[in-house]
């Protein structure tokens, strides 16, 4: 369909696949709104589809998969990116992570798409000469997205962008109007981590800190669910360390909500992240949350109201939160849980989410037109 043979401006959100991971799921959310949306949202993976394609597909998005390698180092990224925009001729492309954002932003100005917006949505950690590299990039660009005050903080410190140019939203989490029942078996302290097995995320950490809390008599077990290139290096973790059978690896879950119901506290070990929806999603199912203060967590979490923030990659500090979570017994976990989802209903929803951020294009369109 041409962009502008309808009565909406046409936008394009850019991501690098479409199987399952955080950019996926904030597809889905945002396409969740589709009743209510002013614009055309149209959406498109450099690489390869899968699971979020395939639901977004069934309900009705516009999904395309280019199918090509997203890394940043392969060119005809941004050749495939360039012909897919001259056709579909958007009024917005707005580039979520990095390798998105790298050939999104050149194919857009290549394009001639009038206005062209990247995406941080984790800590910058780029080495120095990748932080120049993206630093002429955002002069191309309209805006720089960031999806947490802690994100926007570090863009600025590095000074990939200046502040002006930089816009903040938290990510959109979508929370069931009636939660399912919580189903938590009281002779456990059941711990959850959701998300991929990959180093940045540090899910091993948990191997050592269960250890440490059944040696002081703590009940614990852990739950992996996600999958990843850690996956087998952490079941010999487990076994070497005398807990394997207190560790279950769930791998992917289409129904992530059903095994949080049965857990006690989500544990979010991440040392980088941005406004991170596993975590947003464990507050919705009322779940007390341990996350690592680095980035985006801190601004969804209240400490010692909806949950605890410790240092990343500390056992001790972690071990503490969760022994406190224990001995605070199950009543006060639950309230602590009721706090998080009131929390993340208010700052997260994903209507009040699509409303700002069509907004914000709206007022990139005006600023143009004058």
Aim: charged letters at 25%; aromatic letters at 8%; proline letters at 6%.
């Amino acid at each position: 369909m041409h962009a502008r043979s309808g009565s909406r401006p046409t936008v394009l959100h850019l991501v690098a696949q479409f199987d399952f991971g955080g950019a996926e799921k904030h597809m889905a959310y945002v396409w969740s709104q589709a009743d209510h949306l002013r614009y055309r949202h149209c959406f498109a993976a450099i690489g390869q589809g899968g699971r979020v394609e395939r639901q977004m597909l069934a309900e009705g998005a516009d999904v395309t998969c280019l199918g090509v390698d997203p890394a940043i180092r392969n060119p005809g990224a941004i050749w495939a990116v360039t012909r897919f925009l001259r056709r579909l001729r958007p009024e917005v492309i707005h580039a979520h992570g990095p390798e998105p954002t790298f050939h999104g932003l050149i194919a857009g100005l290549l394009a001639r798409v009038p206005i062209r917006i990247g995406e941080e949505f984790a800590l910058p950690s780029y080495s120095d000469r990748a932080a120049l590299v993206f630093r002429h990039l955002y002069r191309t660009a309209h805006s720089v997205y960031c999806n947490c005050e802690a994100v926007r903080a570090e863009v600025i410190r590095r000074r990939i962008a200046a502040r002006e140019k930089t816009f903040v939203l938290l990510n959109p989490m979508r929370v069931a109007p009636e939660p399912l029942p919580l189903e938590q078996d009281p002779a456990h302290l059941t711990l959850v981590f959701v998300g991929r097995l990959v180093p940045h995320k540090n899910p091993g950490i948990l191997l050592a800190v269960l250890g440490r809390l059944r040696a002081e008599g703590i009940p614990a077990r852990v739950w992996l669910v996600g999958d990843g290139s850690d996956r087998a290096r952490l079941e010999a973790e487990a076994a070497t360390l005398g807990v394997g059978e207190h560790v279950t690896f769930w791998g992917y879950r289409g129904d992530v909500e059903e095994v949080l119901r049965k857990a006690d506290v989500f544990v979010h070990t991440s040392t980088n992240d941005g406004s991170s929806l596993a975590v947003g999603e464990a507050m919705g199912c009322r779940l007390p949350v341990v996350s690592t203060d680095a980035g985006g967590p801190a601004e969804m979490i209240d400490a010692g109201e909806s949950g605890f923030l410790v240092p990343p990659s500390q056992e001790a500090p972690l071990v503490g939160a969760l022994r406190a979570l224990w001995t605070m017994g199950p009543g006060r976990r639950r309230a602590m849980g009721e706090r998080a989802r009131a929390a993340v209903i208010a700052r997260c929803d994903p209507g009040r989410y699509v409303a700002r951020l069509e907004a914000y294009y709206d007022g990139l369109a005006a600023a143009r037109g004058r």
